[in-house]
């Protein structure tokens, strides 16, 4: 029988107890992402191992679908209704008509999508993916796949209302940086990006005491009330384009655009060079007057890109196609 001396036994005590650190730092890097969700680590997409990854953008994931690894959609012609998950031939015009506020689906599919599977819309501004969602519609009733992206606490619904969906909870700006989410129902958005006429009407209380008569948006707030609201958070804000990169996408069917006043700098993030949509819907006359400055704004850079007109202003919409677009 081998002996051990005192010498021995403190060099095998000093290696148990390297070995057990080694172990738990390995378990550690290799727990289920589920298990600590949010943390930056992929939720097992397609084949892809899971890691833990440095883009701060996956810190923000909510649901991360199958589909996005394995590069499964692409729009189709689908006429006969054969794909579609409800099994009918096409969706009724009740269904058309109650699926949007300002008719986003109706126009969508009665003039570009009609009988049409495996597209891929993205949805900024999605709430809860259920409430006003323009995309729920097109993913249950035509097979399609959608990005939702939401900045208030409403997203963190979205994986159980949409749970083939890819979610994410973040702000989109021109460049990164740190903003002032405020968390309102339905009229809720980046406190910076807001309109004037927007923050006098839905959110005085975050006004000067002279009602912000100022004409610039930093000018009318006043920060001390805006840090004292428990209702406005900072958030994280990223380029729309460095969302896009990070899952590789470089073409979408239906871009629908619902911000409360950042839709013109989540458009200015895009870089139209790596990026193609063939249909945009985007939010630009919130009060329905038509005489807004901010519609030609947004009007005169979109068609700057290259993409022709559609409606000026449908509701609170306004419309384009790509000169590329044909339904196949």
Not at 34 to 60: C, F, L, M
Not at 175 to 191: P, Q, W
Not at 287 to 296: Q, V
Request: hydrophobic share 40%; aromatic share 10%.
């Amino acid at each position: 029988m081998r002996r051990f001396t005192a010498s021995k036994l403190r060099w095998c005590s000093v290696l148990a107890g390297t070995t057990f650190g080694v172990l738990l730092l390995l378990s550690l890097f290799t727990s289920d992402p589920e298990v600590y969700p949010r943390t930056g680590k992929w939720r097992g997409i397609g084949n892809h191992t899971k890691s833990i990854s440095s883009n701060p953008i996956d810190a923000q994931i909510l649901h991360l679908p199958n589909w996005v690894g394995e590069r499964s959609w692409g729009l189709s012609a689908d006429a006969a209704g054969a794909h579609f998950p409800n099994g009918i031939s096409g969706p009724s015009q009740k269904t058309l008509k109650g699926s949007s506020v300002d008719l986003e689906v109706e126009i969508a599919w009665t003039n570009f999508f009609n009988g049409t599977t495996n597209g891929l819309i993205l949805e900024l501004g999605a709430m809860d993916g259920k409430v006003f969602s323009a995309s729920e519609f097109f993913e249950k009733e035509a097979g399609w796949k959608a990005i939702l992206v939401e900045a208030s606490s409403q997203a963190l619904e979205i994986p159980q209302n949409r749970h083939n969906a890819l979610s994410l909870q973040l702000a989109v700006c021109q460049r990164r940086s740190t903003i002032h989410f405020v968390n309102a129902e339905d009229v809720g958005g980046v406190l910076e990006f807001m309109t004037p006429q927007f923050l006098r009407e839905l959110h005085p209380k975050l006004l000067k005491t002279d009602q912000g008569q100022g004409t610039s948006v930093m000018e009318m707030l006043d920060w001390n009330k805006v840090a004292e609201a428990d209702y406005v958070v900072k958030l994280p804000c990223f380029p729309l384009q460095s969302v896009l990169d990070r899952f590789q996408f470089q073409h979408v069917n239906f871009l629908v655009l619902d911000l409360e006043g950042g839709e013109l700098a989540a458009l200015q993030s895009l870089d139209f060079g790596r990026v193609h949509f063939d249909v945009l819907c985007i939010e630009t006359n919130r009060f329905k007057n038509g005489s807004d400055p901010y519609i030609e704004q947004v009007v005169s850079f979109v068609t700057g890109k290259g993409y022709k007109l559609f409606h000026r202003t449908k509701g609170r919409n306004s419309w384009f196609v790509s000169p590329r677009w044909k339904k196949p």
